[in-house]
């Protein structure tokens, strides 16, 4: 099992930047894919980034490729998301969570051990 604690989230100004990050308890955490989601007032938990176990391949939703980008330090158990170019629009609780497959894909049902969340506000 893998625990993660989600941190850095805050509130910016459009067009500045955060980075997020996703700390793991787990003994196995890098043979775990990682991923974040996030979900905003009255919508539907969104897939945003994931990475696989090793960091060898990464997949960004359309609505942040350029912006975004994920990566993972498994020295640390910890996973990354740098926000950069933030919009209005990326406001949302952002979720971590751990792929017990490996591959970090981008649905929901494939994700364990989510965390908490942690909220980002952009402000115009």
């Known amino acids: 099992q893998v625990q993660v604690v989600e941190s850095g989230g805050g509130l910016v100004q459009a067009g500045g930047s955060l980075r997020l990050s996703c700390a793991a308890s787990g003994r196995t955490f890098s043979s775990y894919g990682m991923g974040w989601f996030r979900q905003a007032p009255g919508k539907e938990r969104e897939f945003v980034a994931a990475?696989?176990?090793?960091?060898?391949?990464?997949y960004y939703a359309d609505s942040v490729k350029g912006r975004f980008t994920i990566s993972r330090d498994n020295a640390k158990n910890t996973v990354y998301l740098q926000m950069n170019s933030l919009k209005p629009e990326d406001r949302a609780v952002y979720y971590c969570?751990?792929?017990?497959?490996?591959?970090?894909?981008?649905?929901?049902?494939?994700?364990?051990?989510w965390g908490q969340g942690t909220q980002v506000t952009v402000s115009s």
């Open positions: 969570a751990a792929d017990p497959g490996g591959a970090g894909g981008s649905c929901s049902g494939e994700y364990d051990n």
């Open positions: 990475i696989s176990w090793n960091g060898g391949s990464t």
